[in-house]
Each structure stands twice: as C-alpha cells, then as structure tokens.
C-alpha cells in the first residue's frame, strides 16, 4: 500500500489491478467483482487455470500437515473447496471455519457444502480479513487461497492471521505468484490479457471483472516479497514452494 | 554475463531449480538447513556445455538462475558427471585436488550443500498417503524407497564403471 502525506491533501492509495484507487474504495470494488461472478467463480477458476486449480488446492492440502481434531480456520474461502478437503481432515472431532468478506461467495459456499452433506464441523463467519472476529491463538492452522490479493492492507491480515493462531499453530497461503521462466511468462501472459479477459467475455458476459483478476496476480507480491512480509508479521520457519513453473506459489509461516 | 543464443540454458535452470526443490520439500527440516545459506551465491560452471548457473538461497529455498548480481562466494567448475559426484556422499572425494571438479573461493558453501543433500530424509509417506490413504500411500512410499536406493546404487556403479573406463584409457 502507498503511503502518501495526508497534510499535503493527498489520500492514501492502493492498487486494484493496475488502476491506483483510495484505499476506502479498494474492499467495495474488490466486493463489486466477486458479487458479479459468485454464481460463476468455479467457471471463473477453471478459465483462468485451465483446470488446474482443483490439483493446486488438493496439493494445498494434502501437505498441510491438519490433523483430526484440529479447529483450522479459511479465510476468503469463497465457496467452499478448501474447506470441504480440509473438513474431511480434521473430522468429526475438528472443526473447520469458512470465513469470507463477501456475503454473496459466503451464500454460495454455504450452499455448496450443504448439497455435498458436509455439516457438522463447519461453521461460517462473515469477517473481514483484516479485523478477524476471533480470539488469540484460536486456531491450529489458517488458510487462505486465492485470496490474499483481493485484500487491500496485506501486512494487517497477516498479522490478524498470526495473532489467531496458536503458539506452533501453521498460517498457508495458496496465491497466484511470480513466473520466472522466460518461455513460460510469455504464454502466461499472453493467455491472461489476451484471451482470458475475451473468455470472460464470453462466457459470464464480464469483461472487466475478468481483466481485474489478471492485472490484480500481476500486482502481487513475488515469492521472496511476500515471504519477507510474513516474517514482518512475525511468523517464522517462513518458506514457500512453487506449483507450475511459479504461476502458483504455497507460503507457510509458523506461529512458534 | 554470458548470453545464450538457444532457451535451453533457461530451461535447464527451471527443471534443475524445479527438482531441487521438489526433493528438498519432501523433508520438513530442509527450509532450516537451507536457510543457513541465505545470501551467499553460488557459481556452477557446466564444462562442456558452456553454460554457468547461479544459485541462491532465499527463505529455505534454492533458486537457480543464468543470471545473478554480485561476486559469487564459491565457484564450482567440471563437467556435469563429474559434478554428479557432489551429490553421492559415499564417493566424497570431489574436494579433492585430483578431483575433476574444481572450487574456487569459498569451498565451505560446496560443503554444506553436500551436508544438505546428505541429510535428506524424505518423507515419501506423508503426500502419498494423502492422495491414495494410509495403506496404499505407504506400501507405495516403500516402493519408492526401494527404488530410490536402487537407482543410487545404479548412479554409484555407474559412475565407478566410467572412471574405471577413463583410468583405463590414461594408463
């Protein structure tokens, strides 16, 4: 977030894909686009991943290390698919809390884990990642996938993440990152603002939601930056590993 | 900083970077001992092949690049089967003077990232057992033990046959 003097009349601002916009503005846009593709975000995700996305998230979770009677909490869980894998996890003697900013992806999630039977140790919280509704070390573990550029002051929700997990409790973040690979950026980036925005388009009739996903994973931080963020928000053991040449990148950080 | 006409060095970079790290993440110590390498740089020069890698060591993981800033601490010369050596503990003796790999600088970065590997206990069960359940996931991670050690003895009488074969030819 840019930080500007507020005695010379300027106003804070953040970016929302490549537009710079007033940091109160950034959660009502970002809430804008995800209202408009709610009932078409696994579309959407499918589009933009070609699929590929279901394996990030089963990977995601497969090396989360959540054991049966864990209480794990996913942030901007949207609809659902984290915390479908990760209720299966910590069973029936766990639970699993699905937060998400949005009421819109909260309704849908809500719905979808109910059509799929999944009651019981789940619970749902409207809750802005940046003010989170939940004591001190509350949780074994937190996720977040997907999710974490959408929010417009990163360095306060990962402290509000830290702060809700309890002492040797893990945080992990599933976010779209930095390609390295020459080749591979070119095709990357060629299908994000060449044929992505068109198939949004197309398909959900939404242009411009479509470009602000591709223009906000370019605005977010790189692997080492955003690692180096969470050291600042006082996790330690802070590593990542890449999934597709770096089109994805898994954080972690601990609370110890 | 060598410029290279073909992609090929960079592909080589991301499969090499791609499968360090790939084996590095199967053993949950592995950020930790990296992590003792943060900001040191090291120079690999392929011979043979023309190309020179660059490794760094950034928040437990080993990024490799054709292209990197400042004065390398260490750098490690010889062609990539002599350099395959480095990472079979029991054949040790790449250090060495009449070793066809050559280190220049700083010869305790070489050390290290042998202690690394050397060290590597990966945890085969843990991910397989996540994706086809307990009983399946280890009998497979026990086949893939199995394996691994077969294919590191095939690597080591491999490798003896070969410099058996050059020791011939010199004498």
């Known amino acids: ?256 | 900083m060598t410029e290279y006409i073909t992609p090929l060095p960079g592909v080589l970079a991301f499969a090499l970077e791609t499968a360090v790290n790939r084996v590095l993440q199967l053993d949950l110590e592995s950020p930790t001992r990296v992590k003792k390498l943060e900001g040191r740089l090291l120079q690999v020069d392929l011979e043979g092949l023309g190309i020179t890698l660059f490794f760094t060591f950034r928040h437990g993981v080993v990024r490799v690049r054709l292209k990197a800033e400042g004065t390398p601490d260490t750098v490690i010369s010889g062609t990539p089967v002599a350099l395959f050596s480095m990472a079979e503990p029991e054949d040790a003796d790449w250090g060495l003077p009449d070793s066809k790999v050559q280190i220049n600088g700083d010869a305790s970065l070489a050390r290290d990232l042998e202690r690394i590997f050397s060290k590597l206990e990966p945890d085969w069960e843990g991910p397989l057992a996540g994706m086809f359940g307990d009983v399946a996931g280890h009998q497979l991670a026990q086949g893939l033990r199995q394996g691994a050690e077969t294919a590191r003895d095939t690597a080591r009488s491999a490798s003896k046959v070969f410099s058996d074969i050059i020791k011939d030819r010199r004498s």
């Open chain 1, 1 to 256: 977030m840019e930080q500007t003097d507020k005695k010379a009349g300027t106003t804070d601002t953040t970016h929302f894909g490549y537009q710079d916009v007033a940091v109160e503005d950034k959660t009502r846009l970002v809430r804008g686009v995800f209202e408009s593709v709610a009932d078409k975000y696994d579309l959407m995700n499918d589009l933009m991943s070609f699929g590929v996305h279901r394996l990030w998230k089963r990977h995601f979770i497969a090396i989360s290390n959540i054991h049966p009677g864990q209480r794990v909490l996913d942030l901007a869980g949207g609809t659902g698919d984290i915390a479908a894998l990760m209720s299966k996890r910590v069973g029936s003697s766990g639970s699993v809390v699905l937060s998400d900013i949005n009421e819109a992806m909260l309704a849908v999630g809500r719905q979808r884990m109910e059509d799929r039977g999944i009651v019981g140790n789940i619970e749902y919280s409207l809750a802005n990642a940046e003010k989170l509704p939940f004591a001190d070390g509350e949780f074994d573990a937190v996720t977040i996938a997907f999710g974490l550029r959408n929010v417009t002051d990163q360095p306060v929700a990962l402290r509000e993440m830290y702060r809700v997990l309890k002492p040797g409790g893990r945080a992990m973040i599933l976010e779209f990152s930095k390609v390295e690979f020459e080749s591979l950026k070119k095709i990357y980036d060629g299908y994000s603002f060449g044929i992505l925005p068109r198939l949004g388009k197309l398909v959900a009739d939404d242009e411009d939601s479509y470009r602000y996903l591709a223009e906000s994973i370019r605005k977010h931080p790189g692997q080492d930056e955003l690692a180096d963020m969470m050291v600042d928000a006082g996790f330690s053991r802070v590593t990542y590993r890449n999934l597709t040449g770096g089109i994805v990148a898994i954080h972690s950080g601990h609370h110890d």
